[in-house]
């Protein structure tokens, strides 16, 4: 046993072309299937990113018009981010809230260019929609208030 094991060690073997080929096709083929899953992955935390920052602005939407009478108008991303420190003021949110009206939009913009937009319409009901549709973070109908 040891004398095979002498042999061995002392033999110039090692692996062949085609095994070592073969491990090559091998590896080529998880990294085709392992790098897109990793991408899709990372486009799905940046939509759940834009759609957290989507709620917070609504959020401090609402914190912003108790401070002003019920008030939405003249408030923008500034304002919302004097309210809520975490919201951004980098142009990826933007306000919409017209004046003497009750409604606003919050739009917040994910590094993937998907858009989700919370709406509160004048009869106090909210929309949550994004744009474009039928993506891993929107998805088809537009309506993502499921998630």
């Known amino acids: 046993m040891l004398s095979k ?3 061995r060690s002392q033999s110039e073997s090692g692996f062949t072309l085609v095994e070592l080929l073969v ?3 091998i590896l080529g083929i998880l990294a085709a299937i392992a790098i897109p899953t990793f991408f899709n992955q990372r486009d799905k935390a940046q939509d759940s990113e834009a759609k957290v920052t989507a709620r917070t602005a609504e959020t401090a939407m609402e914190t912003y018009a108790t401070d002003h009478g019920a008030d939405y108008s003249g408030a923008d991303a500034t304002a919302l981010h004097n309210i809520e420190a975490t919201l951004p003021t980098d142009g990826s949110l933007t306000v919409t809230a017209p004046d003497g009206a009750d409604l606003y939009t919050v739009t917040a913009e ?3 260019t998907n858009t989700f937009s919370i709406t509160r319409h004048a009869d106090g009901t909210k929309s949550l929609t994004c744009t474009p ?3 891993d973070g929107c998805p088809d109908g537009q309506d ?4």
């Open 5 to 7: 094991l002498r042999q």
């Open 23 to 25: 491990v090559m096709l």
């Open 110 to 112: 994910s590094d993937t």
């Open 133 to 135: 549709n039928d993506t």
């Open 144 to 147: 993502w208030s499921g998630d």
